[in-house]
């Protein structure tokens, strides 16, 4: 017997493969259908010059889009025009401070928000990781005089420079603030990648695919089982023109993954766009509008930032 206000309802014929128990309420917890609050997590990896920057910007005329991205990465002409904004972060705490700003401010002004470029980023990340060190242990980065203050030669001595806990710190801090971007679960997630050879981030079969390139070993897997989607772009030649195809299905060569399954059987675009994508992860949906989700662009999420 259901315990007293318990709503039962029967399944219908053309509804046998949904729940018979409707979902609760609550005034503290948000029972939802399984999957009906999930947002778009992409991560998208190319060669560079193969327009990941001009494909995440395709977007902005009708999807208002943020890109974060270092000051070393470079911004193609095709994007320039797109109406995208940016906000430049090359250290941590900037890109804490683009953390907490996403998490607070009310309502959220961005349909979606990209990482451009990981494998840039990172690089430029750990710079602010080893500046921290070095400072605190002037010696691993400048050879001491007698009297034990730096002077102005670097040391390239096996003493000198960066070792593991500097990439370790940097990966940790690089994986929580995905983590943390993807729990705000208030706007559509990206980040773009350069491809690298490595092992299958999710089986061992053995032998090696092109895969995102992020450092430190598991990173990579960590960060696509974060993605409910995974993108391998490329230019490819069709007889006298080259069109740039995204590919959701994986192959022997390159690892990808679509978790909407919006690109069946194909399992690719030619050409992409965002609103492409949107349109086709909608469809799959059932026709769920990919603009407001449940509990998007108008909540406030607060909790204990990780350190």
Request: charged share 25%; with cysteine; net charge neutral.
């Amino acid at each position: 017997m259901p315990r007293r206000g318990q709503n039962l309802v029967r399944a219908s014929g053309q509804q046998a493969n949904l729940s018979v128990v409707q979902a609760p309420s609550s005034p503290n917890l948000n029972f939802t259908q399984l999957g009906e609050s999930e947002w778009i997590r992409m991560l998208v990896y190319a060669s560079p010059g193969n327009g990941k920057t001009s494909f995440i910007a395709t977007g902005a005329a009708e999807y208002p889009t943020l890109i974060v991205r270092s000051s070393m990465d470079l911004i193609p002409a095709r994007a320039l025009a797109s109406g995208a904004h940016e906000i430049v972060a090359d250290t941590h705490e900037k890109m804490l401070q683009i953390l907490e700003w996403c998490q607070h401010i009310d309502p959220m002004p961005y349909t979606w928000i990209w990482w451009d470029c990981i494998s840039i980023a990172q690089d430029v990340l750990l710079d602010d990781v080893w500046e921290a060190a070095w400072r605190n242990k002037p010696g691993r980065n400048w050879v001491l005089d007698q009297s034990g203050r730096p002077t102005s030669k670097p040391n390239i001595s096996p003493t000198g420079g960066k070792d593991k806990p500097e990439y370790g710190t940097n990966a940790d801090r690089i994986q929580q603030w995905v983590r943390h971007m993807i729990g705000c679960r208030r706007f559509h997630f990206g980040i773009t990648a350069h491809p690298m050879e490595g092992p299958h981030p999710t089986n061992d079969e053995g032998g090696d695919v092109l895969r995102p390139w992020i450092q430190v070993r598991q990173m990579p897997e960590k960060i696509c089982g974060y993605m409910n989607m995974v993108g391998f772009l490329e230019v490819v030649d069709e007889g006298k023109k080259e069109i740039r195809r995204i590919h959701f299905t994986e192959s022997s060569r390159y690892y990808a993954k679509d978790h909407f399954d919006a690109f069946l059987p194909d399992g690719y675009v030619d050409d992409p766009t965002i609103p492409q994508i949107m349109r086709a992860v909608q469809a799959a949906r059932g026709g769920a509008d990919m603009r407001n989700r449940r509990g998007g662009a108008t909540a406030t999420r607060r909790g204990r930032r990780e350190q």
